[in-house]
């Protein structure tokens, strides 16, 4: 923000009267975004950009179950693989083998899981395709990185990038936090590059999920001694109203336009009290509203025909091999066995992604920031024969089957979550303002034996989701032959397309999804060398650039 006649920033002013570190932190940022909201003299400059809340899956899961669309016109052209399956079959009361199913769902095919419904709040179920409505999904997607960390990376930071993505909703933003990171230590989010000050939320979690994110939002807010467990309000308070002091004497005495500001202080003492006050105030029902999302979609109870409602015995001789490997479960044991809770006290959980969309929910709800960022961790405390263990998504030696009923699980829980974040931006309309990204490292490729799976960094799949889009959006081209003796079948590997602007197809680069974020953000692109693959028709909404049939 600036005014209009002397050009000063918000920013710059904060950098004079407290020096650059009070300036460049979340307290600093917090309180003059508070003087802001009330200061008549001082407006954004240029066009207010949109929301931005970015989604990652760490460690790389199977996207061919959820997001990535292997083939949305149909059978033509699927080359199915034995290490690629979403259902199961056999007769009897267990299954015995895979298979890869898809459904039709409007004009699209889509992976089954598509068809089954998720869990709502206060009970009941809801379908899952309700996110298809507005969905633009992208696949085929190269990193140009077989590594987790550099994948990840260039998803946030892409190659020749002058700033991250998380940083296009930001640099224009007035909100209290520029940017907020869940759950991201050592990323590039908030770097030097980015030019913006970065709030960190690290959400530590026991089986319980009793940890207190309260204190970790606000921890710049509170004494170095405070505890990581304990809230100290009334230290809190007296913190923000110490540097709301001091910060107005230093104004007054150094400052020649001080005078300009000094009606929104008291407003601004208001504020604060107010928003440390709504925080604390909602996250119970917060939390608690997304983990029994979670809790539900991982019970026992919660059943998806065709995946768990029969037996899926592993280490049995008798089966195929893709239905072994993966956790080391007991050989000849019900794979089903592993959301049963170990102890009336440790049970399987997304504890710290109830979290991160309770805290998304809130930060975006109250106005605190524009530009959010979650990393989503796999489940906790899954039941290995009597011992709790992580599954993770590194699934080099999980079998097809194993693979496929973690994975169901997860996505169930995570597709809840989402679906009930985007019914609450609609009900405070700023679903229409809002950009969601779902996104990851990279997909999986299958092992020829079936084994497991390895890094798949040719064919990554992003998912945006926003009221900007009208109907479903399947950009990208994933139909390979299938003879690799490697990595045998369809499984989301990317071939070339017709980008925008080119003569010859090309492969899609995570560089594309910084452009296209830009055009839905309305901001300008943090990369030169690669375009945006969607527009916007005369009715403003969000549409591909793509040739028509560049999906196939």
């Known amino acids: 923000m600036t005014d209009q006649n002397e050009g000063w920033t918000r920013r710059n002013w904060l950098a004079l009267v407290g020096g650059a570190t009070l300036a460049a932190s979340p307290l600093g940022m917090l309180l003059s975004s508070l ?13 207010t950009a949109k929301r931005l809340v970015s989604i990652y899956t760490a460690g790389g899961p199977p996207r061919w179950m959820f997001d990535l669309f292997l083939n949305p016109r149909g059978e033509a052209g699927l080359v199915r693989s ?37 869990p709502k709040p206060g009970g009941g179920t809801r379908p ?52 907020v990171a869940i759950d991201y230590p050592g990323l590039p989010l908030g770097s030097a590059a980015d030019k913006i000050p970065l709030t960190s939320l690290g959400l530590p979690l026991g089986p319980q999920g009793n940890a207190n994110h309260i204190e970790s939002l606000l921890r710049p807010f509170l004494p170095a001694s405070a505890s990581d467990s304990t809230f100290n309000e009334p230290a809190a308070r007296q913190t923000v109203q110490n540097a709301l002091a001091a910060l107005h004497a230093a104004s007054k005495s150094n400052f020649a336009k001080h005078e300009i500001l000094e009606t ?128 993770g998504f590194d699934e080099h030696n999980c079998s097809a089957g194993v693979s496929a009923l973690i994975n169901t699980r997860f996505t169930l829980a995570v597709g809840a979550c989402l679906l009930e974040f985007i019914e609450v931006l609609k009900s405070l309309g700023k679903y229409q303002d809002t950009v969601i990204q779902l996104a990851g490292e990279f997909n999986r490729n299958p092992r020829a034996d079936m084994s497991g799976s390895d890094h798949a960094f040719q ?38 397309v017709l980008l925008p602007g080119q003569t010859a197809p090309a492969a899609l680069n995570v560089g594309c999804i910084a452009a296209t974020l830009a055009t839905m953000l309305g901001v300008p692109s943090p990369v030169s060398a690669f375009e945006s693959l969607v527009m916007r028709n005369a009715a403003g909404k969000i549409i591909p650039r793509l040739p028509t049939g560049s999906f196939v």
């Open 128 to 179: 899952l395709a309700g996110l298809l409505s507005s969905l633009l999904n992208i696949r085929g997607l190269t990193t140009g990185n077989p590594a987790h960390p550099a994948s990840e990376e260039y998803f946030q930071l892409p190659v020749t990038a002058r700033y991250s993505i998380a940083a296009m909703a930001a640099l224009p933003s007035k909100r209290p936090f520029a940017a």
């Open 82 to 118: 034995p290490g690629v399956i979403n259902t199961f079959t056999g007769s009897g009361d267990s299954y015995t083998e895979g298979n890869y199913t898809l459904s039709r769902i409007g004009e699209f095919y889509v992976p089954y899981l598509w068809t089954r419904e998720v």
């Open 459 to 496: 064919g990554a799949s992003v998912s945006l989701f926003s009221g900007q889009i009208e109907k479903t959006y399947i950009i990208g081209n994933v139909l390979r032959s299938g003879t690799d003796p490697i990595y045998p079948g369809t499984w989301g590997d990317g071939a070339p």
């Open 35 to 47: 003087a802001d909201r009330k200061s008549g003299v001082a407006q954004a400059q240029g066009t």
């Open 264 to 391: 929104s202080w008291t407003q601004a003492k208001q504020m604060a009290d107010r928003d440390l006050t709504a925080l604390m105030a909602r996250w119970p029902g917060l939390f608690s509203k997304y983990k029994a999302l979670v809790d539900t979609a991982l019970s026992p109870h919660f059943v998806t025909p065709l995946i768990d409602d029969k037996a899926i015995i592993v280490g049995s001789a008798t089966l195929p091999a893709h239905f072994d490997g993966g956790l080391n479960l007991p050989a000849g044991s019900d794979a089903r066995a592993m959301f049963h809770p170990v102890s009336p006290t440790v049970k399987p959980n997304l504890d710290q992604a109830a979290a991160a969309f309770a805290m998304m929910e809130f930060l975006i709800a109250e106005d605190l920031s524009d530009s959010v960022s979650a990393r989503i961790a796999p489940i906790q405390s899954l039941n290995v024969g009597g011992v709790a263990a992580s599954h």
